[in-house]
Antibody
Framework: QVQLQESGPGLVKPSETLSLTCTVS?????????WGWVRQPPGKGLEWIGS???????YYNPSLKSRVTISVDTSKNQFSLKLSSVTAADTAVYYC?????????????WGQGTMVTVSS | EIVLTQSPGTLSLSPGERATLSCRAS???????LAWYQQKPGQAPRLLIY???TRATGIPDRFSGSGSGTDFTLTISRLEPEDFAVYYC?????????FGQGTKLEIK
């Protein structure tokens, strides 16, 4: 079955760039679907960060757009998130997910999430 | 940007009771782009409903979704102990997405 797994540093210093990778197994990213990133600060709700198609088309949350880059590497079956100039407000659990688009649009498969803390 | 407002913030009910959760959008949302998720502590969100009313694979039929335009509802007909969790609605329109702030369903 399709599985997603986030990886990357759990601690990032303020003003630096947060970098995470999502590895997809059980499905070839190049076959289709959009893929996305969602985050959740401790004790708070979900925030959509952005989504990417296998071809590389991207869509970002307007509130984060100036700092976010999402890219895809079909050869490694991975997609990645970079968030620049981080502050403590970017401390959160970061999830990657697959976006289904048949008969309705929704994130149907999620990674387990990875906690990223921004602190010096 | 479409803002989703969920109500109530917290809902206290007993097992066996009926739960009705609301999600109101700041502008009209196509039903195809409205989804509901369940999240339990320490877990990733789980897709319950997509297209406003279609249950995802493996979701029990006590969960149902309805609504259109700016008003959507998630109904749990008879609460089971495992249903007590936080529920989020999400919209995905014009290639941009947003989530509601969540409703916490707690045991009374």
């Amino acid at each position: 079955q399709v599985q997603l797994q986030e990886s990357g540093p759990g601690l990032v210093k303020p003003s630096e760039t947060l970098s995470l990778t999502c590895t997809v197994s059980g499905y070839s990213i190049s076959s289709g679907y959009y893929w996305g990133w969602v985050r959740q600060p401790p004790g708070k709700g979900l925030e959509w960060i952005g989504s990417i198609y296998h071809s590389g088309s991207t869509y970002y949350n307007p509130s984060l757009k100036s700092r976010v880059t999402i890219s895809v590497d079909t050869s490694k079956n991975q997609f990645s998130l970079k968030l620049s100039s981080v502050t403590a407000a970017d401390t959160a659990v970061y999830y990657c997910a697959r976006l289904k688009q048949t008969s309705g649009v929704a994130f149907d498969i999620w990674g387990q999430g990875t906690m990223v803390t921004v602190s010096s | 940007e479409i803002v989703l407002t969920q109500s109530p913030g917290t809902l206290s009910l007993s097992p066996g009771e009926r739960a009705t959760l609301s999600c109101r959008a700041s502008q009209s949302v196509s039903s195809s782009y409205l989804a509901w998720y369940q999240q339990k502590p320490g877990q990733a969100p789980r897709l319950l409903i997509y297209g406003a009313s279609t249950r995802a694979t493996g979701i029990p039929d006590r969960f149902s979704g309805s609504g259109s335009g700016t008003d959507f509802t998630l109904t749990i007909s008879r609460l089971e102990p495992e249903d007590f969790a936080v529920y989020y609605c999400q919209q995905y329109g014009s290639s941009l997405s947003s989530f509601g702030q969540g409703t916490k369903l707690e045991i009374k």
